[in-house]
């Protein structure tokens, strides 16, 4: 009798495991589809909401980036997305570019915002504008094959779980291949990053970055504070960031060698990053008053020794 009762419960097992299996199975097999075409369609987003997945939006601004969009949509993992359970939407971000960097993004079915002001705020500003509600984490990265595209999964985790609210890719503390960033840009950078942890106590490594990813909610609070056209963007960012009290934090990442010709004007960016830094360290968001600023106490405190570095943001 006892025998006959362990042998149903171990039937009784095993079809439900292979059920769940079987269930799991379909249910991958339904997804692949759409994410195997990558087009942003009705249909995947209902299949979304049906599998319960999130949505992540990858922005790539780009001005004339034939050589570099191709290799960084192709390096978006779309499907180890979608088995992690998030479904990816690409959106490229284009100010006037005269090569074939729209027609490259078209003709892989991807979504292109075309936005008059040139510069790369202003791209980014379009950007957060076409940000979807379901979005649940928005991602940026460049589209001149610098920064990897394939570290996504990794890079989005301390989101996902909850330790912060805001990542910036750090390629000073990652790996930086071949001469992928000058001597003296990585000086320049470790000097404005250095500025930027002693005045505003962000737990970044190199604010110089394009490597970004949110949760939506913050793009939502951060994107009417916004106002630089070009590349001083990055700066104001990480800076209004911290001002509005999110938690952010670094994750080490890949930057390679940039296809095409960089759009950067050293000592001109250089200066606008500088100024950013120094102007909004009295910047608060209207309305709302920050009791604990004090000048002595920013410079005695390091980000790495204090345990709360959020400000207390107080109506
Ligand atoms: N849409 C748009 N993108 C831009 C503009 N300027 C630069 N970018 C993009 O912003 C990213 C970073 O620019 P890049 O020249 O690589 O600067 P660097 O990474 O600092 O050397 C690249 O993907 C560029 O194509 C612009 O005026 N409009
Ligand atoms: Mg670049």
């Not at 705020?121 to 928005?138: E, L, M, P």
């Not at 963007?233 to 999110?246: D, N, P, S, V």
Request: charged content about 30%.
């Amino acid at each position: 009798m006892s025998y006959l009762c362990k042998d149903t419960l171990k039937t009784i097992k095993k079809n439900t495991v292979e059920t769940r299996i079987d269930k799991e199975l379909d249910l991958l097999n339904q997804l692949s589809y759409p994410f195997i075409d990558r087009r942003v369609s009705d249909r995947r987003v209902s299949d979304r909401r049906k599998a319960n997945l999130k949505k992540i939006t990858i922005l790539i601004p780009c001005y004339n980036e034939e050589k570099g969009i191709g290799k960084v949509i192709d390096d978006v993992p779309c499907e180890k997305l979608a088995h992690l359970g998030y479904q990816t939407e690409i959106i490229v971000i284009n100010n006037n570019s005269t090569d074939n960097t729209i027609k490259i993004a078209y003709e892989k079915g991807y979504k292109v915002v075309s936005e008059k002001k040139q510069g790369k705020g202003n791209a980014i500003r379009a950007g957060f504008k076409s940000v979807s509600n379901d979005t649940d984490y928005v991602v940026m990265l460049d589209g001149d094959n610098t920064y990897k595209a394939k570290e996504i999964p990794r890079f989005i985790e301390p989101l996902e779980n909850d330790f912060c609210d805001i990542i910036v890719g750090s390629r000073l503390e990652g790996k930086l291949n071949g001469d992928s960033l000058s001597f003296s840009h990585r000086v320049a950078n470790w000097f404005f990053t250095f500025l930027t942890r002693r005045l505003y106590l962000v737990n970044t490594t190199d604010i110089c970055t394009g490597y970004f990813a949110w949760k939506k909610e913050v793009i939502d609070e951060l994107a009417p504070h916004i106002k630089s056209d070009g590349f001083g963007i990055e700066a104001e960012m990480i800076t209004k960031m911290a001002r509005l009290g999110f938690k952010i934090f670094s994750v080490p990442i890949t930057y390679d060698k940039r296809e095409g010709n960089s759009k950067l004007s050293p000592y001109l960016d250089g200066l606008k990053i500088i100024w950013i830094l120094l102007k909004n360290i009295t910047w608060r968001p209207k309305g709302k008053v920050n009791k604990t600023f004090n000048l002595s106490w920013r410079f005695k405190n390091y980000p790495d020794t204090i345990k709360k570095h959020n400000l207390d943001l107080e109506t």
